[in-house]
């Protein structure tokens, strides 16, 4: 039972790596391609309306699909009861905001994103039906098909029907149309896949243990979309379509790769974690070995974001665009504390406190709500900065928590932060240095950014190299596991430097 729990989860992280990195180069060059096409107004409408369809999608959701990935036991009436009741929340939704769309273009002083919204409703149904079967195939750890259906769901959308239409001068539409075209591919490949029961069944028996956990992941849901959303949701009323555009590009890029490695990654570690709940000392070591994994690894990597976010943002999308670079650099730095915040959530879940999570983030919707009401209306780098200091607040309540329910303590968690400093601190002095050089050669931001890059990322590669020990243990472990295929040699020198281990699985399954 634990060396299969071990193979499906090492299976899982590996396809959700994959699934990560080309999801990725498919998500930075459609938007870059439809940026420059559409422009920041275009961007800025979508955005608006996209604020208020990730609103509905968690309300047509309301949790009763993830009573599937969390319950130790499955029949056929879990499934059957939690599609008919997706369905019926879905359509709710979806008719709720449709009639609402002309009152919710009123409070963003827009009217042009009232038909917009109304057309984006639809996906408020298709979501909702989707995800029974995404569940079923996290529960089983199917994360494989899961990558798929996200990749070929993101194709079909945004190059297949986004890219021509944007081409053709469709505008906002461009987006409404690519984004309805992935949520229908992705509900017809995972129903494929699955072809879960879609006989109705409104109430039986094991119903209320279904209902239980719906209502605690709506809730937690609730104050998840408030904390993430509210940013856009006040910078859209006190300034402008062009103000959010430029706004959201910032945060799209910060997030791109956050989100990706959060939605692939939370599901597996929550669904193994459901299988775990009993052995919290292997619990425990896997959370430290994420943690070790997010701040020595990780980490880094967003702080030379962060550093050659400006001339980035002038490579990629143009001088129309360039108010976007401080809003990219800011919320890179906060991605890690995002990153540490999705991957606590789980410990929690999976120790009896799942209801914690909505409880300890209230205090904190009420400060970034305060905050924002203030400021909001000084421009989009003030907004990014509560952003950021939202997200480390968070990380800090809940990462807190779930330490103290696996008895994890400062002493554990004080090499992985100085060691994640070192690595973020000598990421930022090379990038810099380089980009002082690449300068010299003229106006233009590519060779500042060529030269911040690659002078960072070169002396990270060096740094470790000569100072294994930098890394740790724990990290080298789960880079010898998880990273695309390293040189053996290469494995061997750091190991041997860091007296790696597994530390969640037997050497021998690894390589079976």
Same mark, same amino acid.
């Given at each position: ?7 499906? &989860? ?39 309306? *996209? ?12 949790? $009763? &699909? ?25 359509? +709710? ?5 449709? $009639? ?30 989707? +995800?029974?079967?995404? &569940? =079923?195939?996290?529960?089983? #750890? ?8 996200? /990749? ?43 072809? $879960? ?24 849901? *609730? ?20 103000? /959010? ?27 193994? @974690? ?5 052995d919290l000392p292997r619990l425990r070591d896997t959370y430290l070995s994420v943690l070790a994994t997010i701040w020595i690894i990780i980490l880094p990597l967003f702080v030379l974001l962060a550093m050659t976010a400006p001339d980035l943002i002038g490579v990629l999308y143009g001088k129309v665009w360039q108010e976007s670079g401080i809003v990219l650099s800011i919320l890179a #730095? ?29 205090? =904190? ?21 509560? %952003? ?8 800090? /309540? ?21 060691? @994640?400093?070192?690595?973020?601190? *000598? ?35 060096? %740094? ?6 930098? *890394? ?9 596991? $998880? &990273?695309?295929? =390293? ?8 190991? %041997? ?16």
């Amino acid at each position: 039972m634990s060396s299969d729990i071990n193979k499906k &989860s090492v299976s899982a992280v590996k396809w959700a790596a994959m699934g990560t990195v080309l999801m990725f180069g498919l998500q930075l060059v459609t938007q870059v391609v439809l940026a420059r096409l559409l422009g920041p107004e275009n961007y800025g409408l979508f955005a608006m309306g *996209l604020i208020v369809l990730t609103f509905s999608n968690f309300l047509a959701d309301f949790g $009763f &699909s993830w009573g599937l990935v969390q319950n130790r036991t499955l029949s056929e009436e879990d499934v059957r009861f939690t599609v008919t009741w997706q369905a019926l929340t879905g359509l +709710a939704a979806m008719s709720l905001l449709f $009639f609402m769309a002309p009152w919710i273009a009123a409070y963003f002083k827009e009217p042009r994103i009232a038909p917009v919204i109304a057309w984006m409703s639809l996906t408020c149904l298709l979501n909702a039906l989707t +995800a029974p079967g995404s &569940s =079923l195939l996290r529960r089983a #750890l199917d994360f494989r098909w899961l990558n798929i259906i996200q /990749v070929i769901s993101y194709i079909v959308g945004y190059l297949l029907v986004g890219l021509p239409l944007a081409y053709a001068g469709a505008g906002v539409w461009t987006l409404v149309c690519a984004w309805l075209g992935q949520a229908s591919t992705a509900l017809v490949l995972t129903y494929a896949r699955t072809r $879960f029961s879609l006989k109705p069944l409104l109430w039986y028996e094991g119903a209320r243990r279904s209902t239980n956990v719906g209502v605690t992941v709506f809730v937690t849901n *609730l104050c998840n979309w408030c904390l993430n959303n509210m940013d856009r949701v006040f910078l859209g009323r006190f300034l402008n379509a062009h103000a /959010v555009g430029v706004y959201a590009v910032g945060y799209n890029l910060a997030n791109t790769p956050n989100s990706l490695f959060l939605s692939a990654l939370q599901p597996a570690f929550l669904a193994t @974690g459901a299988k775990l709940q009993d052995d919290l000392p292997r619990l425990r070591d896997t959370y430290l070995s994420v943690l070790a994994t997010i701040w020595i690894i990780i980490l880094p990597l967003f702080v030379l974001l962060a550093m050659t976010a400006p001339d980035l943002i002038g490579v990629l999308y143009g001088k129309v665009w360039q108010e976007s670079g401080i809003v990219l650099s800011i919320l890179a #730095l906060a991605m890690p504390a995002y990153i540490t915040w999705g991957m606590s959530t789980p410990i929690l879940w999976n120790t009896g406190g799942k209801h914690l999570e909505s409880l300890l983030q209230l205090p =904190l919707i009420v400060l970034a709500g305060a905050a924002l009401v203030l400021w909001a209306g000084q421009g989009g780098a003030v907004v990014a900065m509560i %952003a950021a200091g939202t997200l480390l607040a968070r990380a800090l /309540v809940v990462g807190s928590v779930a330490c103290l329910r696996l008895q994890v303590g400062p002493g554990d968690l004080a090499p992985l932060a100085a060691r @994640g400093l070192a690595m973020g601190l *000598l990421a930022a002095a090379g990038s810099w240095g380089g980009a002082m050089l690449g300068s010299l050669g003229g106006s233009h931001p590519l060779p500042a950014f060529l030269g911040g890059a690659l002078f960072g990322g070169l002396t990270l590669l060096l %740094a470790v190299l000569a100072w294994p020990e930098l *890394l740790g243990a724990r990290a080298v472990g789960m880079l010898a596991r $998880f &990273s695309p295929p =390293l040189p053996a040699r290469v494995v061997s020198y750091l190991r %041997a430097r860091c007296g790696a281990r597994d530390n969640l699985l037997d050497t021998r399954e690894l390589h079976e």
